[in-house]
């Protein structure tokens, strides 16, 4: 935790979180940020410092491909998507994730 009420993501999971938020359909950059934050019960703030690095590493693995819209407030928007190969890349990072969940839950007696 820093200075803030804000809790810093867990190392990387950002990319994991931002796969799932465009697994159910296109999302732009706000729409994103707003859906982990809505999800998290206000938890999760990630700012645009974080958020578009992250993307554009998902875009150059070919796990989300996005195509320019036209947003809610009719503003031109880059609209992120899932592919096939980010839909499985999505699947082995949540089993990784549960793993480690696990092993921790272990670690402080949780299981």
Known sequence: MGLTNTPAL???TLELLI?????H?????????????EASGDVLAVGESAL???????LLRGWVKAEWGTSENNRRARYYTLTATG???????RAEFDRMVG???GVLGLT
């Open 87 to 93: 839909r499985r890349q999505l699947a082995a990072e």
């Open 103 to 105: 092993a921790i839950h």
């Open 25 to 37: 359909g296109a999302k732009h950059g706000y729409g994103i940020v707003e859906h982990l934050r």
């Open 10 to 12: 867990l190392p990387g």
């Open 52 to 58: 578009y690095p992250a993307l554009q590493r998902l």
């Open 19 to 23: 796969l799932q938020a465009v697994s």
